[in-house]
């Protein structure tokens, strides 16, 4: 079988033009990621635009696909765009502008969609996220998982998922699946040791994209695991999509609720429903002795969303089980149901089905 190289796949989209530039000689290829079906190798590609019409860039696509399809044992190929707004980053200053932001879309097939974000990585908002799509799933709700982390995907990991995705006729990109659970990452489209350097309005694009050309079906409940922080991403997400809400997690410890007040705040501004606050990490219990350890302090979460006047969802605790699950991507509450820690992450899905 003919080996596909990037320079091969280049060769045959050089002659490929949008808006008066070249995408292969202007540098608008910026993600490139092959894997082998039984048919051949597929090809996918992430594609830097100016923001257009969707008949323009449905032909772009089209003509993108017609080139690489055409390169001797390809037998299929994904395009991905995300948008670039040529570098104005003016709209950021205003963003919390109420007055500024722009009409929200619409998804009829899509019940109740809830960001699960953070102020600060590594308090274990992914695996939270995962384990509370798994809760869903298991009350019987038709359920999705999007991982809006474009920097640091890790629900492909998470949910034990490989593979590329693929689109239908129509250009939707469809979701993997596991458990029931749709999932969709950017995780699938590129190498998990290759970085995402990515302005912050590219990875808004793609954010958008996998909401627009996802071909999600019906789904209950749609869980978006949001990157860490209060930047692009999160603006985007708030101010575009009709979110029923936000749930926070934090860990106990003061400097990571800090920067879990400012993400709680964000939300507000851009009236998004906060659902309640999460204590991960909220302790940890000795399996012999069944004594329990304030590792990161204890109750700061709880005390902070008294304070905000937000539900208090609970906690979970620091727990090695949890930690041996995600890393084999086996996700607690899925593989384990009747763990004490999975009927946890069932109650504060309750609790937030109910909210």
């Known amino acids: 079988m003919t ?28 993600g490139m990621t092959f894997s082998q079906e039984e048919q051949g190798t597929k090809v996918n590609l992430i594609v830097e635009v100016e923001p257009g019409k969707n ?23 994904a395009v991905i765009f995300t948008a670039h707004k040529g570098g104005d980053h003016k709209h950021e200053h205003r963003s919390h502008d109420r007055k500024q932001a722009p009409e929200k879309l619409r998804f009829p097939n899509i019940q109740r969609i809830i ?23 298991q009350k019987g709700l038709r359920t999705g998982l999007m991982d809006a982390d474009i920097y640091g995907p890790s629900i492909p990991r998470l949910m034990g998922l490989s593979g590329t995705l693929s689109q239908d006729d129509n250009g939707l990109v ?3 699946e596991r458990d029931g659970i749709k999932v969709m990452s950017m995780g699938f489209m590129i190498d998990e040791d290759q970085p995402m350097i990515w302005r912050g309005p590219m990875v808004s694009g793609a954010i958008m994209q996998f909401f627009k050309d996802g071909d999600w079906g019906d789904l209950d409940v749609l869980v978006v695991d949001l990157p860490p922080g209060t930047g692009d991403a999160q603006l985007t997400l708030a101010q575009s999509i009709p979110l029923a809400g936000a749930v926070i997690v934090s860990t106990p410890q003061d400097i990571a609720l800090l920067d879990a007040r400012k993400a709680l705040e964000m939300f507000r501004k851009t009236d998004v429903p906060i659902l309640g606050i999460i204590e991960n990490m909220s302790y940890f219990e000795c399996p012999h002795c069944r004594e329990h350890t304030n590792i990161f302090g204890h109750g700061g979460a709880k005390a902070e969303a008294e304070k905000l006047k937000v539900p208090f969802l609970g906690e979970i605790p620091l727990d090695i089980e949890i930690r041996q699950k995600s890393d084999s991507g086996a996700p607690l509450t899925l593989s384990a149901p009747e763990n004490t820690i999975s009927a946890i992450y069932r109650a504060i899905a309750d609790k937030i089905w109910t909210a």
């Not at 008949?55 to 299929?76: H, M, N």
């Open 3 to 30: 080996q596909i190289t990037e320079d091969s796949i280049r060769s045959a989209i050089q002659h490929v033009d949008w808006k008066g530039k070249n995408i292969v000689s202007d540098g608008m290829i910026v």
């Open 55 to 77: 008949a323009e860039l449905d032909e772009l696509k089209k003509r993108i696909d017609d080139a690489i399809v055409s390169v001797d044992g390809v037998c299929a190929s």
């Open 115 to 137: 960001a699960v974000a953070s102020g600060k990585g590594g308090v274990g908002k992914s695996t939270t996220a995962v384990n509370l799509a798994a809760a869903f799933a």
């Open 174 to 176: 469809e979701p993997l």
